[in-house]
C-alpha cells in the first residue's frame, strides 16, 4: 500500500496575516489608552488629595503649636507666681511686618508681679506659612468670594493691648499692638472667659495690600479654653 503523504496547511497570507496583526494592534491600543486614562485620573486625585493633606498637616501642625504655647504661658504664670501672657503680634500692614502679623507668637511674664512691664520667656514662634490666627473681627482679612460662618462664628476672642510695654529687640520689637490671652498665678484665665476663650486658626494667602486673604472658611482648626485653663481642641468651624 503507497502510504498517503502528510497534508500541510498552506500558510496564511501576507494579507490575512497583517489583518490579525492589524486586529492585534487595535486591541491593545485600547486597553493602552484606558489604561493611561485610569493613571491619569489616579494620578490628578493624588495630586488634588495631597494637595488638601498639606494644607490640613499645617493646620494640625499649627494647632499643637498653639496648645503647646498655651500650656507653657499657663506653666510660667505658676512657677514665677506672676501674670503671664502669650502675645500675638497684630500690627497690620503698611505699619507692621507683613511676615509677623497674626503669625508671631511669645509667652512674656510681668516682672515684678502686678507691674506693666513684659519680659519675653523662650522662643519666639512662627505659626506655619500659610496658617493665621483668626482676629476679631476678620473684616478686610477674607479672599473673595469667601464668606465667613457666623453661627457659630470661627474666630479668635483675645484681648488686644496697645503699647504692651515688651523691651525693645525682642521679636515683637517694641510692636504698638499686640493681641493676648493671659493667666493669673493660680493657672486661671484672666479675664474669666464665659463659657471659654476661643482661639481660631485657619489657612490663607496674601492679597495686594500685604494683608492675609483667608481663602477657606471650612479650613478652620482651633482651640477652645476654659475659665480654669484646661484646654480642648477644636477640629472644625463649627466646633468653636
Not at 10 to 20: D, K, T, V
Not at 41 to 59: E, M, N, P, T
Not at 209 to 231: E, W
Request: aromatic residues 8%; contains cysteine.
Amino acid at each position: 500500500m503507497t502510504p498517503t503523504p502528510p497534508v500541510f496547511a498552506p500558510p496564511p497570507s501576507s494579507r490575512r496575516l497583517g489583518l490579525r496583526l492589524c486586529n492585534r494592534r487595535r486591541g491593545f491600543t485600547l486597553i493602552e489608552v484606558m489604561t493611561v486614562i485610569g493613571l491619569i485620573v489616579i494620578l490628578v486625585g493624588g495630586s488634588s488629595f495631597a494637595l488638601r493633606d498639606k494644607a490640613g498637616s499645617s493646620l494640625t501642625s499649627a494647632q499643637n503649636t498653639l496648645a503647646a504655647l498655651v500650656g507653657q504661658t499657663r506653666a510660667q504664670a505658676a512657677v514665677n507666681q506672676t501674670e503671664a501672657r502669650l502675645l500675638i503680634y497684630a500690627v497690620r500692614a503698611p505699619a507692621g511686618d507683613v511676615e509677623k502679623y497674626l503669625r508671631l507668637l511669645q509667652v512674656f511674664v510681668a516682672s515684678p508681679q502686678g507691674s506693666t512691664t513684659w519680659v519675653p520667656v523662650g522662643s519666639p514662634v512662627y505659626l506655619p506659612r500659610g496658617v493665621f490666627l483668626v482676629p476679631t473681627p476678620t473684616t478686610g482679612l477674607l479672599a473673595t468670594g469667601v464668606v465667613w460662618p457666623t453661627n457659630p462664628a470661627p474666630i479668635s476672642t483675645l484681648g488686644t493691648a496697645a503699647n504692651p510695654n515688651q523691651p525693645v529687640g525682642t521679636a515683637f520689637n517694641g510692636a504698638s499692638t499686640v493681641f493676648f490671652l493671659q493667666f493669673n498665678p493660680d493657672g486661671s484665665l484672666s479675664p474669666a472667659a464665659n463659657p471659654y476663650l476661643k482661639l481660631a486658626l485657619t489657612t490663607g494667602g496674601f492679597a495686594a495690600n500685604n494683608l492675609p486673604a483667608f481663602n477657606n472658611a471650612n479650613a478652620v482648626r482651633g482651640l477652645l479654653i476654659r475659665p480654669s485653663g484646661a484646654v480642648s481642641f477644636v477640629n472644625d468651624a463649627s466646633g468653636f
